[in-house]
């Protein structure tokens, strides 16, 4: 009776070892394609926040190749201050920079370009969302993208701050959009993260840029 105890623990304790083992040399396995297939997507969204265009027919190879060749990374600032920023190679253009942040749901991370004042908004897009689709979700959608482009990251005053408005909102400042339909707390949300995004751009000097070097 004891042996026969014995073996039913001896099998558990590996039937246990072998379910704990199979997921976690899948996921060493899988690994590098995860981490390929996001970098890919987030070069493919620097490139579009910059206005970068390239043939969209690529294999994912040559995309990451031409954002190697084309894009240059810097990282400014310390600590909590750090940004990390994109630009084109080739000539002074917009700036890209990253953000992250909690949304309604979950993380929501992308990319804010900026023209050369660092205050006027080049682009704007999320490779990365939580949100409900429909409602939150829209913030990846082209129609919500599009409101960015033009509008400053101060009001009129010079104030820095941007706002992500009630949908139906009458927006007159140079720092407001139209928000999501059915989704204001999920505006809000984006209205912090980039405030907080917007504080650290604050704090770059423009001689410490080395765009179009």
């Known amino acids: 009776m004891k042996r026969k105890n014995a ?13 704990a083992a199979i997921p976690t040399g899948w996921s060493i396995v899988t690994r590098p394609f995860y981490d390929a297939n ?5 070069d493919k969204n620097v490139l579009e926040v910059l206005g970068v265009s390239y043939d969209a027919k690529l294999p994912a190879k040559d995309v990451v190749g031409f954002f190697d060749q084309n894009i240059e ?10 940004l ?3 630009y084109a190679k080739a000539k002074a253009q917009a700036i890209a920079v990253n953000f992250q942040g909690r949304g309604l749901w979950g993380p929501i991370r992308g990319y804010l370009s900026l023209e050369p004042d660092l205050k006027t908004i080049n682009g704007f897009t999320v490779y990365y969302h939580e949100e409900t689709p429909g409602l939150g979700g829209e913030i990846e959608k082209p129609w919500f993208k599009d409101q960015f482009k033009g509008k400053q990251i101060a009001d009129a005053d010079g104030k820095p701050g941007f706002y992500v408005r009630r949908a139906g909102s009458s927006i007159s400042a140079p720092n407001e959009i139209d928000g999501i339909s059915g989704a ?4 809000n949300k984006l209205t912090v993260i980039l405030n907080d995004l917007i504080a ?3 704090k770059i000097h423009k001689e410490d840029l080395h765009v179009g070097q």
């Open 200 to 202: 650290k751009i604050e």
């Open 184 to 187: 204001t707390l999920t505006g």
């Open 38 to 42: 996001k970098k890919l997507d987030e």
């Open 7 to 19: 073996y039913t623990i001896f099998y558990a304790i590996l039937l246990g070892l072998a379910c």
């Open 73 to 82: 990374k810097q990282i400014i600032g310390e600590g909590s201050d750090q």
């Open 84 to 86: 990390t920023v994109y």
